[in-house]
């Protein structure tokens, strides 16, 4: 049965290959989530609307970062994937 040391790096190794993948594929999306106006900070209910359908254009230069951001992640999980088996031999093929 595995430890839930190996069940928390397999989770996470999981959540950062999804994570990792939507930063590639899909930024100027999350950029958009990210920055998108919300009801706190809208003045008054009329513009209310206008406010909450608009999203400003991610600049270039960010879109960029997160697509790094991304590849650093992808990067990095393998090291949490070789960190998941164990056994005899593990400590070997790490």
Not at 28 to 50: F, G, K, V
Request: hydrophobic letters at 50%; a positive charge; zero cysteines.
């Amino acid at each position: 049965m595995p430890s839930p040391i190996q069940i928390a790096l397999a989770l996470e190794a999981g959540a950062n290959i999804f994570g990792g993948t939507i930063m590639l594929l899909f930024p100027r999306r999350i950029l958009a989530l990210l920055t998108a106006a919300t009801s706190s900070n809208t003045p008054s209910t009329s513009t209310q609307a206008l406010l909450s359908t608009f999203t400003p254009p991610a600049s270039p230069t960010a879109v960029v970062l997160l697509q790094w951001l991304g590849v650093l992640v992808y990067g990095l999980t393998p090291q949490l994937l070789l960190g998941i088996p164990d056994g005899r031999g593990a400590a070997d093929k790490r």
